[in-house]
Structure formats: structure tokens, C-alpha cells
């Protein structure tokens, strides 16, 4: 069995940073994509951040620059380093992962950026 275990979110004020992680365990050989998600209520999840096994990045514009995704193989881990955040940053990130032809999702972590 498979699991994604996320941490890091909490509320930081607008200009700040959030460090997310998302650990994989359990019967693992070989993790494909590693990839951040973020959802807001009444929105559809949208893609943040990926990195494939080789490293290859990939970002929407809207975080372009502000967001950087880094993947530790050795600990099937993944992160999501956040930097200038914005309120507009305000949701549930969503850590996936693909994992010898099967999805992943963590069960989520808030991150709320108010003053």
C-alpha cells in the first residue's frame, strides 16, 4: 500500500515563504512524476509545480519564479519551496504522484497567505 504523507502548510502573511513536503512510503520501486496540485473552493485542482524522475521542471506562469518543486529520490520525497506568496496563493495543496503506472494523491495541506 502506497501512501502520501504532506506537511508544511500553515498561514503566512502576503510576501512570505512556506516550505511543502510530501513523503511516499510503502511498496515502492520506481516514482515517475512527482507533482504539487492546489485547489480552491467551487475551482478545479491545478497543476503548481511537476518534476519528472530526471528533474525536469515544470510551472504555470502564475508561480513562475516564486515557486520551486525538488524531489529527493533516495527518500521518495518531494517538495514545494514558496516563495512571495500572494492571498491569491490561498488554497489546499495536493502532493501526486506516479508510481509504477498508478496515481497518488495526499490528503492535502492549507496554505492561507493573509495579513
Known amino acids: 500500500q502506497v501512501q502520501l504523507v504532506e506537511s508544511g502548510g500553515g498561514l503566512v502573511q502576503p510576501g512570505g515563504s512556506l516550505r511543502l513536503s510530501c513523503a511516499a512510503s510503502g511498496s515502492i520501486f520506481s516514482i515517475s512524476a512527482m507533482d504539487w496540485y492546489r485547489q480552491t473552493p467551487g475551482k478545479q485542482r491545478e497543476l503548481v509545480a511537476s518534476?519528472?524522475?530526471?528533474?525536469?521542471?515544470n510551472y504555470p506562469d502564475s508561480v513562475k519564479g516564486r515557486f520551486t518543486i525538488s524531489r529527493d529520490n533516495a527518500k521518495n520525497t518531494v517538495y514545494l519551496q514558496m516563495n512571495s506568496l500572494k492571498p491569491e496563493d490561498t488554497a489546499v495543496y495536493y502532493c501526486?504522484?506516479?508510481?509504477?503506472?498508478?496515481?497518488?494523491w495526499g490528503q492535502g495541506t492549507q496554505v492561507t497567505v493573509s495579513s
Open positions: 518534476i519528472t524522475s530526471g528533474g525536469t521542471t
Open positions: 501526486y504522484a506516479l508510481i509504477m503506472g498508478y496515481d497518488y
